[in-house]
């Protein structure tokens, strides 16, 4: 865009004395100031719906404005910020971050350059190499879960696999055996009268019993059964779909 310059100076001549022939404006001074008329309007905006080319700039407004004034570059981004501040955390369906963001690999990244994310998170996701670098959040095969309580922000844990837990059981067990009472049959014999004063003894006919009784015999018995746990075979999971995380830098 260019603006209108002036080449001949009329009210010089004006101010020339009758009969100089310089006074005298020509045909061609004419066309000249037409020419640079024509340029300058040729090369500015029209008020309706204007097409800027080249790098044109105005006035920034002040954060939150909401009028019909012109947005420039640093006022849109200025609010995107505050849509989406450093350290902000998204899901995302591919292995490239949109420009502005990182995965979320655990990788170590510059202090420096990603500087606005490293004031928001710092070293809570892992320090880099302690001086120059510092990681982002690592969600690589891993879900997230509501820090506060019983979980730290940056805290790590669990298990795909089901693990039994390495533990015994004891079995006790009572055994009682009763004898019932009984008795025995004991048989005797007498003494013979045969001839010559004595005969041979004859068993009698009668029984002659023992005394009942009972052993009161009990017995009991105590089993310990030990068993050592192992990780699962198989994973121990919810249904789950796969996405990556990103972080806005």
Do not use: E
């Given at each position: 865009m260019t603006d209108y310059t002036k080449t001949t100076d009329f009210a010089a001549k004006d101010a020339l004395s009758t009969g100089n022939p310089s006074k005298i404006v020509k045909g061609t001074e004419i066309d000249d100031e037409l020419v640079?008329?024509?340029?300058?309007?040729?090369?500015?905006?029209?008020?309706?719906?204007?097409?800027?080319?080249?790098?044109?700039?105005?006035?920034?407004?002040?954060?939150?404005?909401?009028?019909?004034?012109?947005?420039?570059?640093?006022?849109?981004?200025?609010?995107?910020?505050?849509?989406?501040?450093?350290?902000?955390?998204?899901?995302?369906?591919?292995?490239?971050?949109?420009?502005?963001?990182?995965?979320?690999?655990?990788?170590?990244?510059?202090?420096?350059?990603?500087?606005?994310l490293f004031a928001v998170i710092g070293t809570?996701?892992?320090?880099?190499?302690?001086?120059?670098?510092?990681?982002?959040?690592?969600?690589?095969?891993?879900?997230?879960?509501?820090?506060?309580?019983?979980?730290?922000?940056?805290?790590?844990?669990?298990?795909?696999?089901?693990?039994?837990?390495?533990?015994?059981?004891?079995?006790?067990?009572s055994v009682s055996i009763s004898d019932p009472t009984h008795s025995h049959t004991l048989p005797y014999f007498t003494t013979g009268s045969g001839g010559g004063g004595g005969g041979p003894d004859v068993l009698g006919g009668s029984g002659m019993y023992t005394n009942a009784a009972s052993t009161g015999i009990t017995a009991s018995a105590s089993t310990s059964i030990s068993t050592t746990g192992s990780s699962g075979t198989g994973a121990n999971l919810p249904p789950y779909l796969g996405v990556y995380f990103i972080i806005k830098t």
């Open positions: 640079a008329i024509s340029g300058a309007v040729a090369s500015k905006a029209d008020k309706a719906s204007p097409t800027f080319t080249g790098t044109p700039a105005a006035p920034t407004a002040s954060s939150g404005t909401s009028t019909t004034q012109l947005a420039t570059t640093a006022f849109a981004m200025g609010a995107a910020a505050l849509v989406m501040p450093s350290g902000a955390m998204l899901q995302w369906p591919t292995a490239t971050a949109p420009t502005g963001f990182l995965l979320c690999t655990g990788a170590a990244v510059s202090r420096t350059i990603y500087a606005a809570t996701f892992g320090a880099g190499d302690g001086t120059t670098t510092f990681n982002v959040p690592n969600f690589n095969n891993r879900m997230p879960i509501g820090a506060g309580g019983l979980y730290a922000v940056g805290a790590t844990g669990g298990s795909k696999d089901a693990i039994v837990v390495s533990h015994s059981h004891t079995a006790s067990t």
